[in-house]
């Protein structure tokens, strides 16, 4: 990957900076270094602390283009159902906030792809060319993994937005999502806590032998570092967010054979998309 950003938040750009201050030299506050960008709203209150000496302001892009939906009423009903529940017994139970994000594509060796898509401006010396390989090519893609262990509060009015994020990077065509690889990797971060091919299935076809697994895996592991590096920067409510390995074959396996112990009648099937089922 090429043209990541050095930076992934206003902290870590100050600490970035900071690092490279000399020994004894006074370093402003993370506060004074938000001010200096655009303010995010002009007309609200907090805009008169700004000095916009950096024309940049941070912000979140917006996906809820959808103003109102029919099960809106219902889903926001059982989330709160799911919070007072775990409101009521929070000395019994974890409560966590999983989800697979947006596939990253990453090149092949030797032949890097922008970190950015086609398009998109980037930031680069004057004589610097910008030439990579096009994403639309591009075979080998990565998943994030994000899971968000959520301190509950005390009542059902507290924030349930603060906890420890947990951050797996997975390989797409070896180690696809499932419901088992999910509740395998959960269990190890519980644990950790106490203590040319023109598809990705395809691809998985083709790439099976164990040689060419171990080669694959070799060559993505750089992108997969290098994301994880980005990853460890960042912070939710001041509390770091740590990454975790997918779940191997084996600890997939071996939790089947208690969810079998538990059920004889289970089947792959049911926790396997047909499309993703690899046994």
């Not at 902290?11 to 402003?28: F, Q, Y």
């Not at 060419?212 to 570092?225: A, C, G, I, N, Y």
Request: proline residues 4%; hydrophobic residues 40%.
């Amino acid at each position: 990957m090429l043209y990541l950003a050095k930076a992934v938040s206003i902290k870590d750009l100050h600490s970035t900076v900071k690092e490279r201050m000399p020994e004894g030299a006074n370093i402003t506050s993370v506060k004074w270094l938000r001010y200096q960008f655009q303010p995010l709203n002009p007309k609200a209150n907090t805009s008169k602390y700004y000095k916009g000496n950096i024309n940049v302001k941070m912000m979140v892009q917006k996906r809820q283009v959808r103003a109102e939906h029919v099960d809106s009423h219902y889903c926001a009903a059982a989330w709160r159902y799911l919070r007072e529940f775990a409101v009521k017994n929070r000395h019994l139970v974890q409560l966590v906030s999983m989800d697979g994000k947006h596939k990253i594509k990453c090149g092949e060796p030797s032949f890097p792809l922008a970190a950015a898509e086609r398009g998109k401006k980037m930031i680069v010396a004057m004589n610097q060319t910008m030439a990579v390989c096009d994403h639309d090519f591009s075979k080998c893609t990565l998943t994030p993994s994000v899971n968000l262990l959520i301190d509950i509060p005390p009542d059902i009015n507290g924030s349930f937005y603060r906890g420890n994020v947990f951050v797996g990077i997975k390989d797409s065509i070896m180690q696809p999502s499932s419901a088992l690889r999910h509740s395998a990797e959960l269990a190890g971060i519980l644990a950790l806590g106490e203590a040319n091919a023109g598809s990705v299935k395809e691809m998985r076809d083709k790439v099976n032998t164990p040689e060419l697994k171990k080669q694959l895996s070799e060559s993505l592991q750089f992108p997969v570092d290098l994301i994880k590096s980005q990853m460890v920067r960042l912070s939710l409510k001041d509390e770091s967010f740590q990454v975790f390995d997918p779940a191997e074959d084996e600890k997939i396996d071996a939790l089947w054979k208690l969810c079998l112990d538990v059920d004889k009648s289970l089947k792959v099937l049911h926790t396997f998309l047909f499309s993703r089922l690899i046994y």
